[in-house]
């Protein structure tokens, strides 16, 4: 702890104990007469306005993804990490199509997780609970690369690093998460919703700060953008090649355009289909509180190509490429940048904001993991007449348990780009789209058609991400592989297998009147707008009128 | 009941083929211009110090809030005439 800046972690700390403190709050805030229910810890009530809803959604999808791992790979490779705002672009009119649908389908229905609509829509727990299985595991490498990005930001502060001991250098880490752990457990959903308040504050201050500052201090934009295109253009000396691109290529080999493209509308695709963002939304109050976020989230979305660019910032000043080098690890580059641009006070605020904005998603994150196991693995398959309390208290335990498989992952994976935490995820999760969002708008697949292709992009995409390997690591190095002559995101591969077979062995089973299930939905439900939130289920304890 | 309201979705469609054509026109451009990376994976026009593949990045974001911000005003629209009829 030699080399730590008193004036930075102070400030850390100090926000870190305001935020700690507003986690337990949380359980008063809106508060409902009966917490013990999956409504009220899984989904707050399901009455966050648009306002709220915001905060809420914001703080779930903006995250250390957003923060570390984008300017990492642009610091890394250039301009391929820019596939992330081409992302954040297409993500909201992809979601357009169908996320009020799932919105009023689940609100009608009282569903909680995708896994229940699948349930309700195919009339298959097998399916739903395949659904609910992916959910869970791509969840795991998503909150991991949380931890990532928490570390990072320790790592630069000086804080226990130092120390040789695994146990001492990660037991900042291990209290930060402790703390997460225990108010998720006692506040639910409404804790992470109250942190983005201030989360939010603190990214958008230091965001702008840094955009309108710092390339006063590095000669201009003009220059970053030159030093950047410059650096990208120059040959490794260990692979021969350009270190990265500047504009992504189109050239035969190594062309970069259709990876971005891919990387792009694959994670794009992916990100609603994730449990947590679902969750987000089904919190909501009304169908247009789900439509006029989608018109205001974009604007989040200029702060991350404003992010993005920290990582030639970051490429432009000397002292912090310097410091990243020496440290081996890109993760580091924004970190590195704001402790050598900013006032050490500034940098504490903005690495609080960091910590706290890996937090609230990871929080986030971990209820809807919990909510999965909970409704469609433990009460589905082991405990059909489990009341509402209990699915809640089994939700609270089942957080902690996600987080911890979490930390596995966290440590286990090689994080030379902590980006590929979030794609691998991508890859497992793009595996429910055929079922999800073809069953929001057609019942025509057949399930065990559904199962299969699912079987078939899960085999495939972990198999082929497996196999990736570059200089550095044998296996997990990266998310794109060669298809056809292709670099292509993995994700997106699956998934047209996944799509495929399930159209085939559709017609097949069709054709053989195999059963379809009952479908307990109705056309109309999935344009409903029912004001009132269902009634709690009918067993439930202390129900009020 | 069930039948009638399908049905009653789909001819408010076909009963509003400009609006209609009009969201998914948006919606569809949206996607395309961000998905096609030929279109802006070059160097210039710069705009200020910005080249072009990062000012058309940025740009695009409050454009998208524009187009959505569109399309939720015709499907509004759409769905009232559905309620009207």
């Known amino acids: ?545 | 009941m069930t039948q009638a309201t399908a049905s009653g979705r789909r001819s408010a469609i076909a009963a509003h083929p400009l609006l209609s054509a009009g969201i998914a026109i948006l919606i569809a451009a949206d996607i395309f211009f961000a998905l096609y990376t030929p279109i802006y994976a070059r160097l210039t026009p710069k705009l200020g110090d910005f080249p072009f593949f990062y000012w058309y990045l940025l740009i695009f974001m409050p454009v998208t809030s524009v187009a959505l911000w569109l399309a939720t005003v015709l499907q509004k629209r759409l769905e009232g005439n559905r309620e009207a009829q």
Do not use: C
């Open chain 1, 1 to 545: 702890m030699s080399n730590v800046n008193v004036t930075t972690f102070t400030i850390v700390v100090v926000l870190f104990l305001i935020v700690t403190g507003a986690g337990f709050a949380a359980a008063r805030w809106r508060r409902p007469q009966n917490m013990m229910h999956l409504d009220e810890w899984g989904l707050g009530g399901r009455g966050f306005g648009t306002f709220i809803t915001w905060f809420l959604l914001g703080g779930d999808l903006y995250t250390a993804y957003t923060f570390i791992a984008v300017p990492a790979l642009v610091f890394g490779s250039g301009s391929i990490g820019f596939y992330a705002v081409a992302y954040t672009i297409m993500v909201f009119p992809i979601v357009f199509i169908f996320l009020p649908r799932l919105w009023s389908v689940s609100r009608v229905h009282g569903y909680i997780t995708p896994a229940d609509f699948i349930r309700g829509r195919y009339g298959s727990r097998g399916l739903a609970l395949a659904s609910a299985f992916t959910g869970i595991l791509a969840l795991m490498p998503y909150i991991a690369l949380q931890l990532v990005g928490i570390q990072a930001v320790l790592t630069v502060m000086g804080v226990g690093a130092s120390s040789t001991n695994t146990f001492v250098k990660d037991l900042p880490l291990f209290v930060a998460f402790l703390v997460l752990a225990i108010f998720t457990y006692v506040s639910g959903l409404r804790a992470p919703a109250l942190i983005a308040f201030i989360k939010d504050t603190l990214i958008y201050l230091f965001v702008i700060v840094a955009v309108f500052y710092i390339p006063t201090r590095l000669g201009g934009w003009g220059h970053i953008f030159d030093v950047a295109q410059t650096h990208f253009a120059s040959i490794s000396p260990t692979t021969k090649k350009p270190i990265g691109t500047f504009i992504p290529t189109s050239k035969s080999i190594g062309s970069t355009r259709f990876d971005f493209a891919s990387l792009a509308l694959g994670s794009a695709v992916a990100l609603f289909l994730y449990p947590h963002a679902i969750t987000g939304t089904l919190a909501a109050k009304r169908r247009s509180t789900v439509s006029r976020n989608l018109i205001y989230l974009p604007l989040y979305s200029v702060l991350l190509a404003l992010i993005a660019l920290f990582g030639y910032m970051a490429v432009a000043d000397p002292v912090t490429a310097a410091n990243v080098k020496k440290a081996g690890n890109s993760q580091l580059a924004v970190p590195y940048l704001f402790q050598h641009m900013f006032p050490s006070w500034f940098t504490g605020i903005a690495f609080a904001g960091i910590i706290i904005g890996a937090l609230v998603p990871a929080a986030i994150m971990s209820i809807a993991a919990a909510n999965l196991f909970t409704k469609n693995i433990f009460t589905e398959f082991f405990k059909p007449d489990a009341s509402p309390e209990l699915q809640t208290k089994m939700s609270r335990w089942a957080s902690l348990v996600v987080k911890l498989g979490a930390l596995l992952f966290a440590i286990e994976l090689p994080h030379t780009f902590s980006i590929n935490l979030q794609l691998l995820g991508g890859i497992w999760i793009l595996q429910l789209g055929p079922m999800l969002i073809g069953g929001l708008f057609t019942r025509w697949f057949h399930r065990w058609a559904l199962l299969t292709g699912w079987l078939a992009g899960m085999v495939f995409g972990t198999l082929a991400a497996y196999n990736v390997s570059n200089a550095t690591a044998l296996h997990w190095a990266a998310s794109s592989d060669i298809e056809f002559g292709h670099t292509i995101y993995i994700g997106l591969s699956a998934v047209v297998l996944n799509l495929v077979i399930a159209v085939v062995l559709t017609l097949i089973l069709r054709a053989a009147r195999v059963p379809e299930g009952t479908d307990e939905t109705l056309p109309e439900q999935y344009t409903a707008d029912p004001e009132q939130a269902p009634a709690p289920a009918p067993a439930a304890v202390g129900a009020t009128p």
